[in-house]
Antibody, heavy 120, light 108 residues
Framework: QVQLVESGGGVVQPGRSLRLSCAASGFTFRNYDMHWVRQAPGKGLEWVSLIWFDRSRIYYVDSVKGRFTISRDNSKNTLYLQMNNLRVEDTAVYYC?????????????WGQGTRVTVSS | EIVMTQSPATLSVSPGERATLSCRASQSVSINLAWYQQKPGQAPRLLIYGASTRATGIPARFSGSGSGTEFTLTISTLQSEDFAIYYCQQYNNWPPLTFGGGTKVEIK
C-alpha cells in the first residue's frame, strides 16, 4: 500500500534552517510528481511546492520562493524540503502528498505530516 | 492566482440528514476541482476529483457536481464519521495550486 512518512520537523528559531524528508513506499516513486502542503495551526491548507517526477520542473508558492528548496532522490524514494531563513509564519504541519498524475495536480495520497515550529 | 471560496464556514447538520457544501472559484477552473475531508489530527483524504469522480473507496453518499466557477459537494445521508472539515482545491491554473478555506460539518 502507498505510504508517505515525513520526518525532520521540530522547533527552530527565526532565521534558522530545517530539512524535511518524506520517505515513499508502495508505489513507483520515480513516476509521480510530489508536493509539499502545509497547514498552520487552526488554519486551512496551503500548497507550498511541487517537483515533477523527473525533477524537470519545480514550482513554489510566492511566500517561500528564495528560501525553500524542494528536491527528490528517486534512487532512495525520498522527497525533501530544505527550508532556510525560517519565519514565524512558516510554523505549520508540513505534509508531503503525491499527485495523482503529472499535470492533474490533485493529491491522492498524503503523509501524516511533520510539525515545524518557528519561535524565538 | 485563483481564489477559492467555500461556504458556509460551518454547517450544523443532524446525523441522517443531507449536507450541501459550496465552493466558488474566482475564475473558471473547468472541472479541475478536488474535494478533501480532514478529521482532527489527521491528514486530508481525497474524496472527489474531476469535480464529480469519487476517489477509490469513497462511499456513494458523497457526490460532487459543478463546472466552471461553481461547485457542490453533497453528502446524502450524514454518518457520524462524516463530521469533519472539507476543502476544495483547484488544479486548473497553477502555480499556485489553491484551496478553499474549508467548511466544517458539525453535529447539530
Amino acid at each position: 500500500q502507498v505510504q508517505l512518512v515525513e520526518s525532520g520537523g521540530g522547533v527552530v528559531q527565526p532565521g534558522r534552517s530545517l530539512r524535511l524528508s518524506c520517505a515513499a513506499s508502495g508505489f513507483t516513486f520515480r513516476n509521480y510528481d510530489m508536493h509539499w502542503v502545509r497547514q498552520a495551526p487552526g488554519k486551512g491548507l496551503e500548497w507550498v511546492s511541487l517537483i515533477w517526477f523527473d525533477r524537470s520542473r519545480i514550482y513554489y508558492v510566492d511566500s517561500v520562493k528564495g528560501r525553500f528548496t524542494i528536491s527528490r532522490d528517486n534512487s532512495k524514494n525520498t522527497l525533501y524540503l530544505q527550508m532556510n531563513n525560517l519565519r514565524v509564519e512558516d510554523t505549520a504541519v508540513y505534509y508531503c502528498a503525491r499527485a495523482a498524475t503529472t499535470v492533474t495536480e490533485y493529491f491522492d495520497y498524503w503523509g501524516q505530516g511533520t510539525r515545524v515550529t518557528v519561535s524565538s | 492566482e485563483i481564489v477559492m471560496t467555500q461556504s458556509p464556514a460551518t454547517l450544523s447538520v443532524s446525523p441522517g440528514e443531507r449536507a450541501t457544501l459550496s465552493c466558488r472559484a474566482s475564475q473558471s477552473v473547468s472541472i479541475n476541482l478536488a474535494w478533501y475531508q480532514q478529521k482532527p489530527g489527521q491528514a486530508p483524504r481525497l474524496l472527489i476529483y474531476g469535480a464529480s469522480t469519487r476517489a477509490t473507496g469513497i462511499p456513494a453518499r458523497f457526490s460532487g457536481s459543478g463546472s466552471g466557477t461553481e461547485f457542490t459537494l453533497t453528502i446524502s445521508t450524514l454518518q457520524s464519521e462524516d463530521f469533519a472539515i472539507y476543502y476544495c482545491q483547484q488544479y486548473n491554473n497553477w502555480p499556485p495550486l489553491t484551496f478553499g478555506g474549508g467548511t466544517k460539518v458539525e453535529i447539530k
